[in-house]
C-alpha cells in the first residue's frame, strides 16, 4: 500500500516571494507521482506528474518539483508567486494494482495562500 | 476537447432521498474513478471500472452506494436513502487503460438535510 504525507496543511506566502509544498511518500513498489491543484469551488488540475527520466520535472503556471528517490519526497517549488496561485495543492503516489490499474492515493492537501 | 464531464455541478436534497450522479468520461479512456472529498477525510477513491467492468469498490462505504457503467462514455453513482453525512464533494475522473494519469471533472457538490 502507498501512503502520502503533506507536511503543511497552510503555507502563507508573500506575492513573488518563492514558495515550497513539501510532500514525502511511503511505498513499497515503484510508483509515480503527481501534483494536482483545486481552486476554490472547482476540480483538480494536473499540475505536473513524474513518471521517469529527469528528477526535475516542470509543469503549468511556472512551478516544477524534485523527485528524490531517497528521500521519497516530490516537494513542489515556484520561485515567485502570484495571487492567482492560492488554491489547494495534492501530492499523490500511483502504483499499479493487482487488477493491472494505476490507483492514486492523495494526501491531505496543502492549502497556498498568496498574500498581496 | 471536452474533459470529463459531471451532473448536476450542485445538488441539496433531503435526507431519506434518492440521489444520483452523473459521469462523461474522456472519449477514449477506459478507466473511470469515483472519488468523494471531504474536511474530514480528504479524498478517497470510492469505485473504479474499467472496460465498463467494476474492478475495486471497497472504497464504497455503505450499501447504499451503488454505481454503474452501462457503456464506455456514462456513469452514475446513486445513493439512497442519502443521510447528512454523505455530503461532501464527489468527483469522477478518467484515464485510459494503461496510463498512470487520471483527469477529473468538476465535481458535484452534495448536499444533504
Known amino acids: 500500500a502507498q501512503s502520502v504525507t503533506q507536511l503543511d496543511s497552510q503555507v502563507p506566502v508573500f506575492e513573488e516571494a518563492p514558495v515550497e509544498l513539501r510532500c514525502n511518500y511511503s511505498?513499497?513498489?515503484?510508483?509515480?507521482l503527481f501534483w494536482y491543484v483545486q481552486y476554490p469551488n472547482q476540480g483538480l488540475q494536473l499540475l505536473l506528474k513524474y513518471l521517469s527520466g529527469s528528477t526535475l520535472v516542470k509543469g503549468i503556471n511556472g512551478f516544477e518539483a524534485e523527485f528524490n528517490k531517497s528521500q521519497t519526497s516530490f516537494h513542489l517549488r515556484k520561485p515567485s508567486v502570484h495571487i492567482s496561485d492560492t488554491a489547494e495543492y495534492f501530492c499523490a503516489v500511483s502504483a499499479l494494482s493487482g487488477a493491472g490499474s494505476y490507483q492514486l492515493t492523495f494526501g491531505k492537501g496543502t492549502k497556498l495562500s498568496v498574500i498581496p | 476537447d471536452a474533459g470529463v464531464i459531471q451532473s448536476p455541478r450542485h445538488e441539496v436534497t433531503e435526507m431519506g432521498q434518492e440521489v444520483t450522479l452523473r459521469c462523461k468520461p474522456i472519449s477514449g479512456h477506459n478507466s473511470l474513478f469515483w472519488y468523494r472529498q471531504t474536511m474530514m477525510r480528504g479524498l478517497e477513491l470510492l469505485i473504479y471500472f474499467n472496460n465498463n467492468v467494476p474492478i475495486d469498490d471497497s472504497g464504497m462505504p455503505e450499501d447504499r452506494f451503488s454505481a454503474k457503467m452501462p457503456n464506455a462514455s456514462f456513469s452514475t453513482l446513486k445513493i439512497q436513502p442519502s443521510e447528512p453525512r454523505d455530503s461532501a464533494v464527489y468527483f469522477c475522473?478518467?484515464?485510459?487503460?494503461?496510463?498512470?494519469?487520471?483527469?477529473f471533472g468538476p465535481g458535484t457538490r452534495l448536499t444533504v438535510l
Open positions: 511505498s513499497s513498489v515503484s510508483v509515480y
Open positions: 475522473a478518467s484515464s485510459p487503460l494503461v496510463s498512470a494519469t487520471q483527469y
